[in-house]
C-alpha cells in the first residue's frame, strides 16, 4: 500500500509529497515537531504532545496552525490513510514559506506536515537485555527544551553512539553533568534507591514519556530526585535507563563499555517498564 503524507491541506503519496524550497523549516530549521506512539490505533499522551508543541509554538513566535481538534482529525485521518494501529506519527510545523531572510516574515503561513507509519516500538529482546550508551560532550544552543527541527548535534552524536556499536549516546556538560541523550531522556537509580532525572529546565527537553514515568512513579510512591547527576554518579548507579517516546523505557547496562549493577537490567527500571507498559496497554 502507497502510504500518504498530509502536506499544507492536501493528502499526497508519500514519494510526491514535498514543501517550497524557501520554506523556513528547510532554510532555518525554524520549526518545531512532535513525535507520537501508536498503539493499537490510539495516540499515546496525545494531550501532552500537543501541550508541549504549543509551547514550543510559543517560544518561537509561530501561529498555532490549527485548533487542537482540528489536529486531531488530521491526525487519524493519516492513521486511518495509512492503516497504522502501531508505530509513530509524526508532524513537524514550521513558520512558513517566505523569500529568504533572517527576521520574521509578516505574511507566511505556517507550514504543516504528518506522517505516519508502522514500527516495532521498544522491541522486547533488546530491552530484554539492555543498551550500551556513549558519552559525547554537550555542544548544543541552550534552548533544547524547545523542540526544534535543529538537531545536526543530536544526529552528530547518534551516528558517533552507530559508530561505536551503541543504542545512545549521552551528553555532557563541561561540568561533567549528564544532560539526556541525543533522542532520549536519561535516568540513574542511586544505590539507595531513589530515581533521579535531571530537571527540566532549559538545557533538557521534557520528553512526554518522561513526564509519564515521573507520574507512574510518584502514583506508585517511589522516591524521585529532579536534578542535575554527573557522570561519575551514572557510573556509580544502582541502575540506569533512557526513555523516549520510541524506546518506553530502556535499560542501560555499559556506559562508555563499563558495566552498570553488573551489566544486566536492574529491578528498579524492569518495574517501570512493566509499568508503563501497562499505562499503554489501558
Known sequence: MSRIAYV?????????????????????????????????????????????????LGELRIARPHADAVMKHLFREVLRRNRVSNGILYLQVTRGAAPRDHAFPKSARPAVVITARPARLADPAITARGVDVVTIPDLRWRRVDIKSVSLLPNVLGKQIAKDKGAYEAWMVTDEGEVTEGTSTN??????????????????????VTRLTILRLAREAGLSIEERPFSLREALAAAEAFLSSTTSFVMPVVRIDGKPIAGGTPGPFTQKLLASYRGYIAR
Open 186 to 207: 536519561a535516568w540513574i537509580v542511586t544505590k539507595r534507591g531513589a530515581l533521579v532525572t535531571r530537571d527540566a529546565d532549559t538545557s533538557i527537553l521534557n520528553g
Open 8 to 56: 499544507n491541506g492536501r493528502y499526497v503519496p508519500h514519494r510526491h509529497a514535498a514543501v517550497h524550497v524557501e520554506d523556513r523549516g528547510y532554510q532555518f530549521s525554524d520549526g518545531v515537531y512532535e513525535v507520537f506512539a501508536v498503539a493499537n490505533g490510539v495516540l499515546v499522551d496525545e494531550e501532552l504532545h500537543l501541550q508541549r508543541l504549543a509551547r514550543s
